[in-house]
Nanobody, 127 residues
Framework: QVQLVESGGGLVQTGGSLRLSCAASGRTFSNGAVGWFRQAPGKEREFVAARRWNGSTSRYSNSVRGRFTISRDNAKNTVYLQMNSLITEDTAVYYC????????????????????WGQGTRVTVSS
């Protein structure tokens, strides 16, 4: 059984940082891709960042580019989202997603391309 478990969410002030973790179990995604999505209250889920598990290809939404960084640890089978310079608009539930397939660059932001999802971790940025 494949599981993605997020952690690291919490309350932080504007300008602060958080690092989200997503631990995968049940399989590896060495030939696939991983991503982070978020859903703010009253809004639809949106793409945040994604990358192919191997290689350097990554993609970010315009709203987080330059502030967030997605990375992974092979040994721990874990994906991270380092979030810096947080703003109130970053407040949302953050979801980790994974695909066993090697997504092309244009497909990385598409939530329908990911078969596996975590339960979400809440991030609240206060002013």
């Amino acid at each position: 059984q494949v599981q993605l478990v997020e952690s690291g969410g919490g309350l932080v002030q504007t300008g602060g940082s958080l690092r989200l973790s997503c631990a995968a179990s049940g399989r590896t995604f060495s030939n696939g891709a991983v991503g982070w999505f978020r859903q703010a209250p009253g809004k639809e889920r949106e793409f945040v960042a994604a990358r192919r598990w191997n290689g350097s290809t990554s993609r970010y939404s315009n709203s987080v580019r330059g502030r967030f960084t997605i990375s992974r640890d092979n040994a721990k089978n874990t994906v991270y989202l380092q979030m810096n310079s947080l703003i109130t608009e970053d407040t949302a539930v953050y979801y980790c997603a994974a695909s066993g397939r090697g997504l092309i660059f244009s497909s990385l932001p598409s939530s329908t391309e990911y078969e596996y999802w975590g339960q979400g971790t809440r991030v609240t940025v206060s002013s």
